[in-house]
């Protein structure tokens, strides 16, 4: 399943799609629009590589981030909320984690978080994409998230 098999899909049903992308740092959006008419479906993208973007710019609750670190599910969850409302898109995903290649808030390098957000609710990923490069951990969760988003829209 490709990016562009996501953009049909989501063209054919008329869904929007964005993203909150940490871990990933842009790599999901810009995937998305490499392909031919995906201006009908990406609305867009925020990048909050920084925690403090996190909280100013997509509202992501500063005591969720103290109690459970930006690398965890319920930071994914909000980033995907919130930023699927900001953006008024009917679906976002979001990219949280380790890439490496160190520890990171005592969490291993290659842990993953992404959430899918949409009016139903917020469904939450967990990936562990280990003995990889920062890069290969990177490419690896966008494209499992292609794959699931395309899973959600189709299920709907």
Do not use: W
Request: aromatic share 6%; hydrophobic share 35%.
């Amino acid at each position: 399943m490709s990016a562009q098999e996501l953009v049909k899909l989501c063209t054919r049903k008329k869904r929007t799609i964005a993203s909150c992308e940490s871990l990933t740092a842009g790599l999901f959006s810009a995937e998305i629009a490499s392909v031919s008419g995906a201006s009908k479906a990406l609305k867009g993208g925020i990048v909050t590589y920084f925690t403090e973007i996190k909280e100013k710019v997509v509202g992501v609750d500063t005591e969720v981030i103290s109690k459970y670190g930006v690398v965890s599910k319920e930071c994914a969850d909000q980033m995907a909320q919130k930023t699927r409302e900001l953006l008024e898109s009917d679906y976002c995903v979001s990219f949280t984690g380790n890439a490496g290649p160190d520890t990171m808030e005592e969490k291993p390098a290659g842990l993953v978080y992404c959430s899918i957000a949409s009016k139903k609710g917020v469904k939450n990923f967990k990936l562990f994409l280990d003995h990889k490069s920062r890069n290969e951990v990177r490419k690896e969760a966008v494209e499992i998230m292609i794959q699931n988003l395309i899973q959600e829209i189709t299920k709907e």
